[in-house]
């Protein structure tokens, strides 16, 4: 087996998100999808971005903030991804490289710019979230490095970037890779829609045993399954994938690996603003994951990045994660 | 007169705010001047970009974030400032705008990029500033809407902008269109290396009539009147301005108004990053100002917004702050 560089190593867009409060009024006037995640093309971008308050611009991007999430908490990570040579490149790359992640992806020179998510934050704490995938949906599978794949524990992949032709056929290729060096793979089912274009693709993935980890919340498990009750969904996944996580919110979460299963609740907070939430559950479980802890320890972890991250605007934690850990895990 | 279209006009640095939080170690480390705005060329901001950690961006510039916090308030206002033709101009104008203000400077085709502050916030809440000007230091006069100004109640600069060549002459030509019309000229000091460079000016400015609303902390009273002790300084100043205005952090604000004087304390907060504290008390202070209110409940207006920034990142309010003055004053 390659020696082992990182811990993990993901696939993902590179997203700015541009983030302001709004109300259900304006939600419902722009016909907004409340609460999910919508492709929107430049002039429907634009289009919306006129109609959003003053905002903040945070890097984003799913299986970004889970890395940024790991890196705090101490793990070795490195990000692929694509961003355009403009300044929210810039903001992205910087901030994933100051969070101690590798990022050597090159910038794509062309048009369109790097991606953006507009994203609407209703006092109910809700996010809904609208993407122009910019240059992130032209991840060429060219931009890997197979090498960097094949020396992390684990390769992580979201499913909103299964949706863009380029970079669902790069992460095709980064599955093999990951897996002719003996290498575990992770997937976030990411949203709904994605289930719908492309559940075919997620259901043979793992029919052929390549997703080690998979990670869902109670509507994409039900998507996914055909089974609307949770545990019917359950047990239609539990002996095809050898570690399966399920978040149901506020409810807490179940994970189910190898034979032993274990839920824990949420962990209480305030709840500003929701975006992230799965991203930085993902992030504290494979922490616990990779270090071959207890499966509980493991969504406690997850638990507590959750909580920490839906206590703020943006999806990049702000608290000293370890710190946090320490404290709440002793 | 010109009939009044605007509540305050102002003339500022367009500026996008790179924030991150930092430590002393840091501010060490790159001698950084804490506490206090450096002026960076490109290079410099692209070293202390590299050496910061995961960030967020907030528009900024200092007499934008008092109209923002004035126009939150209620108050029509009308911004001058120039921005680049890049996706930072994009935000600010974005910010400026869904903020209710009327922001019609033509963009800047040409280099530099739009001006970006570099903002490292230690965990006593201090914030050090690092400006790259850009294309907000090129403001021509020729950008001037002197019928804007003329319809202005208050024309509002800051000392910031006073430094570089053309928007200093802009700024002089705005004061003689505002005087023209019979308009009141507010001016805020800005920071003490201001005052070392061009305090000549703003005496002159001073002993020539042209400022009737001066705001200054206790450093930059010092620096303008070389009197270090407060009351001396005060009393060096208080014929030759109609309105001056002094903060002085977390004991307080004093002001004095055509033979008038209050004086108020600070209000109450957690403080988490002070960058805008005196952008938002001019900002309460003038709304309370260009409504005639009495002097102690314009200080109070003042002292209500500069905790309301404090408590947060970045320099443009999150709260109500209508419901915080009905909150606070009843």
Chains 1, 2 share one sequence.
Not at 149 to 173: H, N
Request: aromatic share 6%; glycine share 10%; with cysteine.
């Amino acid at each position: 087996m390659t020696e082992t560089r990182y811990d993990v190593i993901a696939i993902g867009n590179a997203i700015v998100d541009i983030m302001a409060a709004s109300d259900d009024a304006t939600i419902e006037r722009l016909s907004l999808n409340k609460g999910g995640m919508t492709l929107v093309d430049a002039d429907g971008a634009r289009r919306l971005y006129e109609a959003m308050g003053p905002a903040k611009e945070i890097s984003g991007g799913s299986a970004a903030n889970t890395l940024a999430g790991l890196a705090a908490l101490g793990a070795k990570c490195a990000f692929i991804g694509q961003v355009a040579d403009d300044q929210f490149g810039r903001v992205f790359a910087h901030d994933i490289r100051a969070g101690g992640i590798d990022f050597d992806t090159p910038t794509r020179e062309a048009e369109p710019p790097t991606a953006q998510c507009l994203i609407f934050v209703t006092p109910d704490a809700q996010r809904t979230m609208n993407t122009f995938l910019g240059a992130s949906q032209y991840l060429p599978a060219a931009a890997l490095d197979e090498q960097a794949i094949a020396a992390a524990k684990v390769l992580y992949l979201e499913g909103y970037l299964w949706d863009p032709e380029e970079p669902r056929a790069a992460m095709r290729r980064a599955i093999d890779a990951a897996r002719r060096a003996g290498r575990e793979v992770a997937f976030t089912l990411s949203e709904v829609f994605v289930i719908d274009r492309h559940g075919d693709d997620f259901r043979a993935l793992i029919a052929d045993g390549l997703i080690d980890v998979l990670f869902a919340n109670h509507t994409e498990l039900a998507a996914l399954t055909g089974e609307s009750d949770l545990e019917a969904g359950i047990a239609a996944l539990k002996d095809k994938v050898p570690t399966l996580v399920v978040t149901c919110g506020a409810e807490g979460a179940t994970a189910l690996r190898k034979g032993e299963r274990a839920t824990v609740p949420s962990v209480a907070t305030t709840v500003v603003d929701t975006t992230g939430a799965g991203d930085l559950f993902a992030a504290g479980f494979l922490h616990g994951h990779v270090a071959r802890e207890p499966l509980e320890r493991c969504l406690q972890r997850g638990a507590i990045c959750a909580a920490e991250i839906i206590s703020h605007y943006g999806a990049r934690p702000e608290a000293d994660l370890q710190a946090l850990m320490a404290e709440k895990l002793g």
